[in-house]
């Protein structure tokens, strides 16, 4: 079993709609999560972090975190074409002193105009 | 923009040969990375710094070495590279546990 999980996409949704992206991890002792945009032949952008259970909004993006179910999701609301890409979920495992990040593969997002 | 820049942004080279990669960043941070990224495998783990001179081992080591003798400078080396570590190589640093990306350098071993 992979650490971080997510499904490679592409998930198509249409412009205005609501993307809803998803992370399984696999270490139930993991602290911190985070959502990063890949926009094709560019670097990982940071989107958001989160570190407690519920939801956190910034703007069009809500993360939310399920310790119990070990998933984190990534929600864009009123997607644009501007947010194809991919997004990619991370994880700091246990015992991250050294902040060492695990990635999942990503998911393609395509929002069609 | 965490002022990383990576050098060179491009490079082709032959099977066999020695490739260093430079990561430089302006901004004093203490812990910096190396990823490579695959299509399949995402980001992976290379090396990573947590000082000058204090470098350990990631998920995918074999194959390369780093260096850090400067605070601003992370030093990765293909002692001889093989055609499977043609890739996209990512430098990032660490902002207490959020890490930034340098642009990258796509490298390709014939």
């Known amino acids: 079993q992979k650490e971080v999980e997510q499904n490679s996409g592409p998930l198509s949704v249409p412009e205005g709609a609501i993307a809803s992206l998803n992370c399984t991890y696999s270490?139930?002792?993991?602290?911190?999560f985070f959502w990063y945009r890949q926009y094709s032949g560019k670097s990982p952008e940071l989107i958001m972090f989160?570190?407690?259970?519920g939801d956190k909004e910034d703007g069009r993006f809500t993360a939310q975190l399920n310790k119990a179910s070990q998933y984190v999701s990534l929600l864009i609301r009123d997607s644009q074409p501007s947010d194809s890409a991919t997004y990619l979920c991370?994880?700091?495992?246990?015992?991250?002193?050294?902040?060492?990040?695990?990635f999942g593969t990503g998911t393609l997002l395509a929002v069609q105009p | 923009d965490a002022g990383i820049t990576q050098s060179p942004r491009h490079k082709v080279t032959e099977t066999g040969t020695p490739v260093t990669l430079r990561c430089h960043q302006t901004?004093?941070?203490?812990?910096m990375y190396w990823y490579r990224q695959d299509p399949g495998h995402g980001l992976r783990l290379i090396h990573y710094?947590?000082?000058?001179?204090?470098?350990d081992k990631g998920e995918v080591s074999d194959g390369y070495s780093v260096s850090r003798s400067k605070t601003e400078d992370f030093l990765l080396t293909l002692e001889s590279a093989t055609s499977s570590q043609t890739s996209v190589y990512f430098c990032?640093?660490?902002?207490?546990?959020?890490?930034?990306f340098g642009p990258g350098t796509r490298l390709l071993v014939l």
């Open positions: 710094s947590y000082g000058v001179k204090d470098t």
């Open positions: 990032a640093i660490s902002e207490e546990e959020t890490q930034y």
């Open positions: 989160i570190y407690s259970n």
């Open positions: 901004e004093n941070h203490r812990y």
């Open positions: 270490d139930r002792g993991s602290q911190s």
């Open positions: 991370a994880v700091i495992p246990p015992g991250g002193a050294t902040n060492k990040l695990i």
